[in-house]
């Protein structure tokens, strides 16, 4: 096993959490905390969750995307002029695009849930969760180099 093992080992664990993470509040805590708790119990619970949801994005996900990402981009030779060529660096292109769209989706996500905006926090909610399942597909189809 070799250094940039661990590198990639530790953008996948991350991504895997990240999505994970919001599969499992979709799928799991939010259908539950519908049919087990009360109106304000649940907006506590789903608070709290949300909260900590967002400190672990800012506190550990982010920052471990962000210094993987970048030390496999300089590790593979990637440049500004290679994310426009055919294969490889458009499918990149392409997943950093749709990060930043996640994570814009996610933070506004959080705004709208603290403002109230309910319709908006859940439209938010989706489209973070849909464009994270796309950065994993693209991923996978980032050609082996």
């Known amino acids: 096993m070799t250094w940039w093992s661990v590198v990639r ?6 991504a895997a959490l990240w999505v994970g993470g919001q599969l499992t509040v979709s799928l799991v805590v939010l259908p539950t905390a ?3 708790l009360d109106g304000e119990r649940r ?21 471990v995307q962000l210094g993987t990402g970048v030390a496999i981009a300089v590790h593979k030779g990637v440049t500004w002029a290679s ?7 458009r ?15 996610a933070g506004l996500h959080g705004w709208a849930s603290g403002a109230g905006r309910a319709g908006a926090a859940r439209a938010l909610a989706v489209a973070s969760l849909v464009g994270s399942v796309g950065i994993v597909l693209l991923a996978t189809a980032l050609p082996a180099t």
């Open 43 to 63: 907006a506590v619970v789903l608070r709290a969750v949300g909260r900590r949801f967002g400190l672990f994005t800012a506190a550990v996900f982010l920052p």
């Open 91 to 105: 499918v990149l292109a392409a997943k950093l695009l749709l990060f930043c769209a996640v994570m814009l989706a």
């Open 34 to 36: 519908r049919r087990l």
């Open 9 to 14: 080992f530790l953008h996948v664990l991350g």
């Open 83 to 89: 994310l426009l060529q055919p294969g490889y660096g």
